[in-house]
Antibody, heavy 120, light 110 residues
Framework: QITLKESGPTLVKPTQTLTLTCTFS??????????VGWIRQPPGKALEWLAV???????RYNPSLKSRLTITKDTSKDQVVLTMTNMDPVDTGTYHC????????????WGQGTLVTVSA | QSALTQPRSVSGSPGQSVTISCTGT?????????VSWYQQHPGKAPKLIIS???KRPSGVPDRFSGSKSVNTASLTISGLQAEDEADYYC??????????FGGGTQVTVL
């Protein structure tokens, strides 16, 4: 059974850097093709894909946010970390991490998400 | 990379069928058979209900079906049930390992 859980601050100030950790179980980055992505959702709004990291350490980012995002993995800890710089109130929302079994497959297991509020 | 276009809302009575459209471009929906659909109930994580245009993961009722024509994908819910009231999102592979989501559609069961 695949599970993912997001952790990190619930409140950040504008201009600060957000660091979120996704801790997962039930799969490993030693599995060919596997990836973990981050998707966010502002309150009452749509899902927005942010980034994905694959088993080869290949990293891809949403072009509109690429300059602010960094995704890394720690295979020994079964964790993926997302950092987003220069946070703004419009970045407020629920941030989910999700499992992707292969580069051409959809995110099939999601974490419950963590709500991040950006406010002074 | 622009969001895929979905209607804001659709509604139907129990037992009826509803169809949600998802319009993209030749760079995403039109170029790959990697369109998926997610169901999201309030306060819950999205749940994958359709992958690769028309494949249902194990456990997803067969009243959910998907299709695609050129740059538009569609999700049809046949025999609408009360528990189908939720938000639905389409998602497409957009090349170069990128993905793009739709704006979401709220389904109301009257």
């Amino acid at each position: 059974q695949i599970t993912l859980k997001e952790s990190g601050p619930t409140l950040v100030k504008p201009t600060q850097t957000l660091t979120l950790t996704c801790t997962f179980s039930g799969f490993s980055f030693t599995t060919t093709g596997v990836g973990v992505g981050w998707i966010r959702q502002p309150p009452g709004k749509a899902l927005e894909w942010l980034a994905v990291i694959h088993w080869t350490d290949d990293k891809r980012y949403n072009p509109s946010l690429k300059s602010r995002l960094t995704i890394t993995k720690d295979t020994s800890k079964d964790q993926v970390v997302l950092t987003m710089t220069n946070m703004d109130p419009v970045d407020t929302g629920t941030y989910h991490c999700a499992h992707r079994p292969h580069w051409d497959k959809p995110f099939d297991s999601w974490g419950q998400g963590t709500l991040v509020t950006v406010s002074a | 990379q622009s969001a895929l276009t979905q209607p804001r809302s659709v509604s139907g009575s129990p037992g009826q069928s509803v169809t949600i459209s998802c319009t993209g471009t030749s760079r995403d929906v039109g170029n790959y058979n990697h369109v998926s659909w997610y169901q999201q109930h309030p306060g819950k994580a999205p749940k994958l209900i359709i992958s690769d245009v028309n494949k249902r993961p194990s456990g997803v009722p067969d009243r959910f079906s998907g299709s695609k024509s050129v740059n538009t994908a569609s999700l049809t819910i046949s025999g609408l049930q009360a528990e189908d009231e939720a938000d639905y999102y389409c998602c497409s592979y957009a090349g170069n390992y990128l993905v793009v989501f739709g704006g979401g559609t709220q389904v109301t069961v009257l």
